[in-house]
């Protein structure tokens, strides 16, 4: 149950989240990959059988397991930071700094004594920037990282030199801090930087869909004040003069209520056209406005099938599924292809809308938005499905359409009659 549980919460996550949790994991692992290949097992082999070596090797060893230990708790905060989502973790570079120090003086101290075998202690300094440097290329720019670094690199010269490295060893320990440090800027921070791309992209994605809902809004409400706006002024103004001339006993007051009267039933009239207008849609229109803003928010959309022909009270049914259905493709899940297909036969006509980047659990089938559409639907004696699983979702709307009348013969037979629309 622990397995099933773990694999439903995957499938539920939006594509970003799992590309962050698998870098998350990558930079988890590094530093140990590194502490086994670089800074334990030859560092452990190498050792010579002095007492000092031993004592100074292992704790080395330790320092080292601490090293990644500690940075695996920590790169979640400074990630965050980096991607402007928490403070600076001042008190994790701190204690990072501090044991790089720490191992560090145990190095210098191994190559006092001369207790590792001639040319493993490289391995043992490739190391140590590893850790620290990996917590530090997510909290601050690249200059000041590359400064750091450097400032680092001059100072383990320096203590090298003074506990007798005094060849060209020297040029070598300092070209293997560089290394490491350029390996872990280019894994981290190339890392961090795609992960924060990606992020502005979704939090593009997610304002663009609530502009489209306001911008129909504000249409909507433009629509509604150029209709009453003027009626209502004039119904005001007659009510007011017929109620003058009723305190004065002038019959002209019935003919001015009466007129009210008329504009009030010409306003009603004209507010249920607009309502109308805006709860009706063009299927065509929606097709084409779909195509639209899914690509232009990144998802790849094909939309393949006419609406030439088919009745208007149809033509708005399926122009909600596609609306409704472009909407919940931009807000759920995290999709990068969406395939809308229209197919019309003699029999009935299928509008399918499938998108990838979706939880495997199907939305509940007394949510609003599907309830409205099969509302909808039943009006034209339609009907509504939907489909999740494997990481897709399927919505499909079908409406009979029964055969004209003057349609005969085997050319009416029922065959799909698709065509791409764009």
């Known amino acids: 149950m622990g397995i099933r549980a773990w694999q439903r919460d995957w499938r539920r996550r939006r594509q970003i989240e799992k590309v962050e949790f698998q870098s998350l994991a990558m930079w988890h692992a590094m530093p140990w990959l590194f502490y086994l290949s670089w800074g334990s097992v030859p560092l452990a082999l190498s050792l010579s059988a002095g007492p000092a070596a031993q004592i100074l090797g ?29 403070p600076l973790p001042r008190r994790d570079l701190a204690v990072g700094g501090a044991l790089l120090v720490l191992s560090f003086g145990l190095v210098l101290g191994l190559e006092a004594v001369d ?30 990282f590359v400064v750091r670094m450097a ?16 060849d060209e060893r020297l040029a070598g320990f300092a070209a293997l801090i560089a290394f490491g440090a350029l390996l872990t800027l280019l894994s981290a921070r190339c ?15 997610e304002v663009e869909a609530r502009l489209a809902v306001a911008e129909e809004r504000l ?42 009267q008329r504009i009030a039933q010409e306003s009603q009239r004209e507010v249920r056209e607009v309502v109308r207008g805006y709860r009706e849609a063009d299927l065509g229109t929606e ?19 006419s609406a030439a022909g088919l009745p208007a009270p149809v033509q708005s049914a399926l122009g909600w599924v596609v609306r409704e259905a472009a909407t919940n493709v931009l807000r759920h899940g995290d999709a990068s292809r969406c395939d809308i297909t229209l197919t019309v036969t003699d029999e009935r006509t ?31 004696d339609g009907t509504l499905d939907h489909a999740a699983g494997r990481g897709r979702f399927r919505l499909t709307a079908t409406v009979p359409s029964p055969r004209p009348a003057t349609e005969s013969g085997p050319a009416a037979a029922a065959s799909p009659r698709s065509e791409v629309l764009l």
């Open 58 to 86: 292992w704790a080395l060893i330790a320092v080292g397991a601490a090293q990644s230990a500690h940075v695996n708790r920590s790169v979640r905060r400074s990630l965050d930071h980096y991607l402007q989502r928490g």
């Open 115 to 144: 207790g590792v075998t001639e040319g493993m202690i490289g391995f043992t300094t490739l190391y140590l920037v590893v850790p620290f440097g990996q917590s530090l290329a997510f909290t601050g720019t690249v200059r000041d």
């Open 151 to 166: 400032v680092l690199d001059a100072v383990a010269v320096a203590g090298f030199a003074a506990v007798g490295v005094h």
């Open 191 to 205: 890392g961090a930087w795609t992960l924060s791309v990606m992020w502005e992209a979704d939090r593009a994605r």
């Open 219 to 260: 249409r909507f409400g433009r629509d509604l004040h150029d209709v009453m706006g003027r009626n209502l002024a004039v119904i005001a103004l007659k009510s007011e003069l017929a109620v003058q001339l009723a305190r004065r006993g002038r019959p002209e007051a019935v003919d001015q209520m009466v007129e009210v």
């Open 287 to 305: 097709l084409l406005g779909a195509r639209g803003v899914l690509e232009a928010a990144g998802i790849s959309c094909r939309v393949t099938g």
């Open 350 to 380: 299928t509008l399918t809308v499938e998108n990838d980047g979706a939880p495997d659990a199907a939305p509940s089938a007394g949510g609003s938005g599907l309830a409205g559409l099969r509302e909808r639907l039943a009006e034209v």
